[in-house]
């Protein structure tokens, strides 16, 4: 970032002390403007004589009065520019405190709080604002540092599997090249998988897209259809039901938000007789709701409360699967719909597996 070069000039402390001053002298001058006038009216214009006490005239009040006012002025002044540099000095002390602050985080460091104390004002808002802002930045640092750090271990897993099936075939000449290429197939398909989910999640956050009218229902029925040869191999009933449940958004993103989650709903379920239940309709809100359910294992709600984070597997068994997915097919949901500026609940079924509900907002009229 290049930043703007600046002319130096005074400090807001400097500023302020002399505008409280100048402010200070302004009212003591019309102050002794009043004075002035008003004893003008009682004080005669020519000398007085005669027998009696001494009556001052105009002249005699102008050199009593004018010394007396410049010496007042002179007093206010210093009075000012002392008391006003004070003053901005205390007012300007939590701003010290909120810019040591924005060139902390400027260099890196996001664990630095403000914490102002004392009753709510401005500035106690403005910290705590910024207080605010520090915190969620540095949460999305960490998560960004934890997903950059599974996604590189997830890439890097294939590669070594890849390199260690080479360097066996190379010192085994006799070894079964069919078998080899079958293999190193099915581990270069995971490794596009995560590549192409990855740019998935990526273009998700970007947020970059026009967003249109989407029927969610239409979208459940394409992703059944596409994902009913993988259903039925694995002995999954598909079900759809439901109504119109229109929203506003990419209508490719969406469509990924709804296979992934049936996609999910079919591999993660039970061995034999499972069943996946898509369901949509339009909430009495106006939202566009979206509801998954499947049969499957049992699961405990701290291991469903972490099933949306990147890289997470609903079991064991799906770890060693060829569909299972890469650990990213919740998470790109989760975005997806935060994106569309809608919401996703995950809970586990009494009977065992998922019950996931994704709600997003109707379309503006």
Excluded: C
């Excluded at 993988?230 to 229109?246: D, F, K, P, Y």
């Amino acid at each position: 970032m290049i930043r703007r070069a600046r002319a130096p000039g005074l400090s807001v402390r400097v500023k302020l002390a002399v505008s409280y001053a100048a402010f200070l002298m302004v009212a003591g001058a019309l102050l002794l403007a009043v004075v002035w006038v008003f004893l003008l009216r009682y004080v005669p214009t020519g000398a007085i004589t005669g027998p009696g006490p001494f009556i001052p005239n105009r002249g005699d009040l102008e050199r009593a009065f004018t010394p007396a006012a410049a010496w007042a002025l002179l007093f206010l002044l210093a009075f000012g520019l002392v008391g006003g540099w004070l003053l901005a000095g205390r007012m300007l002390a939590p701003l010290q405190r909120i810019t040591e602050a924005t060139r902390l985080a400027a260099s890196g460091s996001l664990s630095h709080r403000i914490d102002l104390a004392g009753r709510q004002d401005e500035f106690r808002e403005l910290a705590d604002s910024f207080d605010a802002m520090l915190e969620r930045l540095q949460a999305q640092v960490e998560e960004q540092q934890r997903f950059a750090a599974n996604a590189s271990h997830e890439l890097r897993t294939p590669l070594a599997i890849t390199q260690t099936m080479l360097d066996v075939a190379r010192n085994d000449p006799g070894h079964d090249t069919r078998a080899l290429i079958e293999r190193l197939r099915i581990v270069n398909a995971r490794a596009i998988s995560l590549t192409e989910a990855l740019l998935v999640l990526s273009r998700a956050e970007q947020r970059s897209f026009t967003a249109e009218e989407v029927d969610l229902s239409l979208l459940a029925e394409e992703a059944t259809e596409t994902l009913l040869p993988l259903a039925e191999a694995r002995g999954v009933e598909l079900q759809t039901s439901g109504s119109v449940a229109r929203t506003a958004g990419s209508p490719t993103l969406l469509l990924q938000l709804v296979t992934n989650l049936v996609h999910n709903a079919i591999v993660h379920n039970l061995p034999t007789g499972g069943a996946v239940l898509i369901t949509t309709e339009q909430t009495p809100r106006g939202t566009a709701a979206l509801t998954v359910d499947n049969t499957g294992g049992p699961m405990s709600p701290e291991l469903v409360a972490t099933l949306a984070e990147p890289f997470q597997r609903g079991s064991e068994r799906a770890r060693g699967d060829d569909h299972a997915g890469v650990g990213l097919g919740l998470a790109i949901v989760k975005t997806i719909a935060e994106t569309h500026a809608g919401t996703i609940a995950i809970r586990p079924r009494a009977g065992g597996g998922l019950h996931v509900r994704v709600e997003l907002p109707a379309p503006q009229r």
